[in-house]
């Protein structure tokens, strides 16, 4: 529930102490990509914020997303986040189970109507009227619906909420869709990936507290300041790409010199994340550092993108598929029209209408 | 994204299988055709068919002295742009990705920032090209559709390529899959215009190499 104090009032109070929260100001700035003078402005929103009651929805998912955000890599942001906000509903991090737990997200919508932010994680299934996901004995879509109705914002965390992800890849057999598709009347603030940086969802909510209004998005929705910017654009590999210097396989010696992965099937080049800056596990490493190419899990249909594999300026699908027909088609029309012609001058010459300026063509 | 994947996908699907159904028609159609046998004896300065053909192609990869000064921009220019595009079809690195892809078939690349170069000077050359063919009044007359339609599918896929990799105007993805379009656009007209030359233009070359001999030409 919503607290009268402000959250500077209840941080002293817990002890932490202002250097280690304008400490934290000052990166969340930083990784927001905003101007240092930025700083001073976040520690003034956050402290003089009230807490922020939070709704987190949990449909079509595998926790995935939960379980990056509780692995914010800073040692404080964790338990900072989570004391600035309120999380009033949450299956797997709430205590209440059951008629409770829905009881206190009711009572959150009430005592919070219109200041409220609904964090939706998963998919929501649409077909055979949204059976294929229910929470408390009624589907996702009309959770969703009940609870962004008196919402300020929602924002839709990993690639299932934004995009439709993993349930919505061919054939979606629930047909699942993006919150976006049922959400059209609220801010939505997309934080995509399979799961997304754990910075990019906590550095969004601490801008939400800081400025109460939303960050500059991409027209996918995303906060720029976390996906701005390819992978392959800020990616240390780079060089190797530009030289034309390739990992063949996973085990050559490309790929124990540390070569680039696109030959392998990194999706970095079209994909726009901040794996490449901020990276994962307190900054240790990301995938393409770890010897792996980008699956591209931040963008729409990562799945169905032609296979993790397959190099991204190849063919998609069996491109060949319809080849062998063609040539057969091809030829046989081709000769159909050569013995065309040879009948037709035959005829002609029979006919005597032949003309010697044709004869030595 | 989704327009990548619709070029990536099923643009090129189509693209190739037009490409591939139009060669097989216009090389059936081409080699069945009739062929009038000339039946005069030819001359004493005759060469083996083989031999006439090499020649021609060899002979006409220069122009002769009376002609040098008056094609040396078409000759200079044209193979600027004719070594440009190969350079840049079969030494860029993604390029030789999507051969392989298709054929197995690969070899080593050329680094990518060369490969830019050469796409630069390749592009200037292309438009020299298209500007002499407006200039020339002869030239202007002379030229069809196919021409300027040739000249615009070839011109496109290297200069949407340029775009893509330098990153103006739009979001890599879009530009990349622009660039995917134009070669598709590229491979359903390659048969069927006088881009067709990639492939006969040795064959073309050859035979008239064999006839000139029969007739008793210099070669």
Request: hydrophobic share 45%.
């Amino acid at each position: 529930m919503s607290d009268k104090k402000t959250l500077g009032e209840m941080l002293t109070e817990r002890g932490v102490s202002r250097r280690t929260f304008l400490k934290y100001a000052s990166y969340t700035a930083s990784i927001l990509a905003l101007p240092p003078t930025a700083a001073t402005a976040i520690a003034q929103g956050i402290a003089n914020a009230r807490r922020q009651s939070v709704i987190w929805l949990s449909f079509q998912e595998c926790t995935g997303c939960t379980e990056s955000i509780t692995r914010a890599h800073t040692p404080s942001i964790e338990d900072l986040i989570f004391d600035f906000i309120s999380l009033d509903y949450h299956h797997t991090l709430m205590n209440a189970s059951g008629h409770l737990a829905e009881e206190a997200r009711l009572q959150a919508m009430a005592d919070n109507a219109g200041e409220y932010i609904v964090i939706v994680d998963g998919s929501v299934p649409l077909k055979d009227d949204g059976i294929y996901s229910t929470i408390a004995g009624i589907t996702n879509l009309q959770m969703l619906q009940e609870t962004v109705k008196d919402a300020f914002a929602v924002i839709a965390v990993g690639s299932c909420a934004t995009f439709g992800g993993i349930p919505g890849a061919h054939p979606n057999p629930t047909g699942a869709v993006p919150v976006s598709e049922i959400v059209t009347d609220k801010p939505i603030i997309n934080i995509s990936g399979c799961p997304p940086i754990p910075e990019a969802m906590t550095g969004t909510i601490a801008y939400l507290l800081s400025f109460g209004s939303i960050p500059e998005l991409d027209e996918l929705g995303r906060p720029k300041a976390f996906y701005g910017e390819a992978i392959h654009d800020r990616c240390y590999r780079r060089p190797f790409y530009e030289r034309g210097m390739f990992a063949r396989s996973f085990d050559d010696e490309g790929a124990r010199q540390g070569w680039c992965l696109y030959e392998v099937g990194c999706k970095g080049p079209v994909t726009y994340n901040a794996c490449a800056t901020l990276k994962w596990n307190g900054g240790v490493s990301f995938p393409i550092q770890s010897g792996h190419g980008c699956l591209g899990c931040s963008e729409p249909n990562f799945w169905d993108m032609g296979g993790f594999y397959k190099p991204l300026s190849t063919a998609t699908g069996d491109p060949l598929k319809w080849a062998g027909g063609a040539a057969v088609a091809g030829a046989a029309i081709g000769a159909a029209s050569a013995v065309l012609a040879r009948t037709k001058r035959n005829k002609a010459i029979k006919a005597g209408a032949r003309k010697p300026s044709q004869e030595a063509k | 994204m989704e327009l990548l994947e619709f070029a990536r996908g099923p643009v090129l699907t189509f693209a190739l299988t037009v490409f591939i159904g139009g060669m097989m028609f216009r090389i059936f159609s081409l080699f069945l055709m009739w062929r009038t046998r000339d039946s005069s004896e030819g001359s004493s300065r005759e060469r083996s068919s083989f031999s006439a053909a090499v020649r021609e192609i060899i002979r006409r990869l220069w122009p002769q002295a009376a002609y040098k000064q008056r094609t040396m921009f078409d000759l200079v220019n044209g193979y600027v742009f004719h070594l440009g595009l190969a350079i840049i079809v079969f030494a860029l690195a993604p390029h030789i990705l999507f051969i392989k892809d298709l054929t197995g078939l690969s070899w080593g690349a050329l680094p990518n920032n060369l490969i830019y170069a050469v796409s630069i000077i390749t592009l200037g050359s292309l438009i020299a090209a298209l500007a002499k063919r407006f200039a020339n009044p002869a030239q202007k007359i002379i030229s069809t559709f196919d021409d300027w339609f040739s000249w615009l599918v070839v011109f496109l896929p290297v200069l949407t390529g340029v775009i893509a990799t330098s990153h103006l105007g739009a979001r890599y993805e879009t530009l990349f899959a622009l660039h995917i379009l134009s070669v598709a656009l590229l491979l359903v007209w390659l048969p069927f215009g006088k881009l067709m030359h990639f492939f006969l233009v040795f064959i073309t070359r050859g035979q008239t190499g064999i006839q000139l001999s029969h007739r008793g030409a210099q070669l």
